[in-house]
């Protein structure tokens, strides 16, 4: 079946506001988890903190207003449209007000002001846990717009969890490379040795955050394919599968790449008679490779929120033939 | 540049093997009366129960008659399930007709039949 205009435009508006929303959170994720351990309290480090917070601001703001594009287009799609258009008031009020989505979108619009606030002012900023929490609400409380928040029963609970820690772990990988790369280029910018210096700490404590939060992808990813898929034969035969084995595909991709990085190129930045700048130029356009299928990843979940689960094809699977 | 060639080679890739996209949506799974079905009286309402939580505030369901009048009060919405009061009427074929939203914000719309009679 072929989707029309404004299934398409919902599906890249949803995956881009996912990938903003995720770079918001993993840009201070990157500060608070990331700078901060590896790094001791200087100028060097309040200026890329300084840095992060401008990077979520900026990401922050691409999703607020991709998330409004969102909520009218999906007006216009309960009004009956195939048109990315206007939708009309008497659709659009109660879609805002009457409805878990639009009780949501007011919720997440308050932690985006606030989210604002915090990287703005001066005194919040000396507390960035504020931000930090902020962000991650705004995030994961997409959770309870998907499939995941309108499922009933005893494992309900369970895969509305799951999808929250999923969307949290992609965002603290993904949504960090951005802020990596800036940090391995710096001293391409600054020509200042002390820039170099740091950035060993940093890839070594990226990898350490990073690996539990595979983990936790794999994890959550598995919990919520039991719960959307439900049998392994439905991958192949549904559109809804089938986008999960393409969004597989890029998970394992970008896996190869992070392991690659890892264990081959992030050891040299060690090795006292390698080229570190060389390294950390490989290092970051590995990153960047890795932030592309990661964006792609964010396209491709954006497209699975308008299918059909494929679950809801496992009675017809199992149907005496 | 590499890097621009890799990520257009990914997004061809997405594009070419990606299904195309259909809409998702609640599917009724089961109705009382059933669908199709044929009970000895009419009902005192009718409840169809969906895959899936509903939004009341996008929720129609209208049922007729055999002589074709409106048949059905003000539908309630309760998680999944929908409870729709029926007024009298006689034997014969009843139309149901619903179009719903689920919490997720996918619209679907159906219809069947019962009949009340011998």
Redesign the interface.
């Known amino acids: ?3 029309d205009a404004l ?2 435009t919902l ?1 890249v508006i949803r995956g881009v506001h996912l990938a903003t929303a995720s770079g918001a959170f993993g840009a201070l994720a990157f500060d608070s988890l990331i700078l901060r351990s590896a790094v001791k309290a200087s100028l060097r480090r309040d200026a890329i903190s300084a840095q992060c917070r401008r990077l979520a601001l900026f990401w922050l703001v691409f999703a607020v207003l991709t998330g409004a594009a969102w909520l009218v287009l ?1 007006a216009a ?2 009004a009956g449209s195939t048109e990315p258009v206007l939708p009309p008031r008497e659709t659009l009020l ?2 805002i007000f ?4 639009g009780g949501i979108a007011l919720i997440r619009l308050i932690l985006a002001l606030f989210l604002a606030v915090a990287l703005l002012n001066a005194k919040l900023q000396r507390l960035p846990a504020i931000a930090f929490v902020l962000a991650l609400a705004f995030l994961v409380a997409i959770a309870w ?3 995941a ?4 029963g005893e494992y309900a609970d369970a895969h509305l969890f799951a999808d929250a820690v999923h969307a949290a772990s992609a965002a603290i990988w993904v949504g960090g490379l951005l802020p990596l790369m800036l940090v391995l280029l710096r001293s391409r910018r600054t020509r200042d040795a002390a820039d170099a210096a740091i950035a060993p700490g940093i890839v070594l404590r990226f990898s350490d955050i990073a690996l539990p939060c595979v983990v936790l992808l794999l994890g959550s990813g598995l919990v919520n394919a039991w719960m959307l898929v439900g049998d392994p034969r439905l991958l192949l035969v549904t ?2 599968g ?2 999960l084995l ?1 969004k597989a595909g ?1 998970f394992a991709a970008m896996l190869m790449l992070a392991a690659l990085n890892r264990f081959i190129v992030a050891p040299q930045l060690l090795r006292p008679r390698a080229d570190h700048a060389s390294a950390r130029m490989a290092l970051a ?1 590995s990153a ?2 890795e932030l ?2 990661g964006l ?1 990843i964010y ?2 979940v954006g ?1 699975m ?5 494929a679950i ?1 094809f496992l009675e017809q699977l199992l149907a005496p033939t | 540049m ?2 621009v060639r ?2 257009a080679l ?2 061809a ?2 594009v070419l ?9 609640a ?1 009724l799974e089961r109705a009382e009366p059933r669908v199709g079905s044929t009970v000895p009286s009419a009902p005192a309402q009718i409840r169809l129960v969906f ?3 509903l ?4 929720t129609m369901v209208g049922v007729t008659d055999p002589a074709g009048r409106p048949a059905g009060g003000k539908a309630r919405v309760s ?2 399930e929908i409870v729709v009061p029926l007024k009298g009427g006689g034997p014969g074929v009843y139309r149901v007709k619903w179009k719903v ?7 679907t719309e159906g219809n069947y039949s019962f009949t009340v009679g011998p």
């Open positions: 079946m072929e989707a299934t398409w599906a999906l799609q309960i109660p879609l009457d409805t878990r989505f717009t998907g499939h928040g309108s499922g009933e559109e809804h089938r986008a393409v890029l356009r960047a490779l592309v299928l792609c396209l491709v497209a929120g308008q299918m059909h689960p809801h | 590499m890097i890799k990520a990914v997004a890739t997405i093997i990606a299904p195309s996209l259909a809409r998702a949506h599917m895959s899936q939580a939004e009341g505030a996008f998680g999944s939203l689920s919490k997720d914000t996918h619209a």
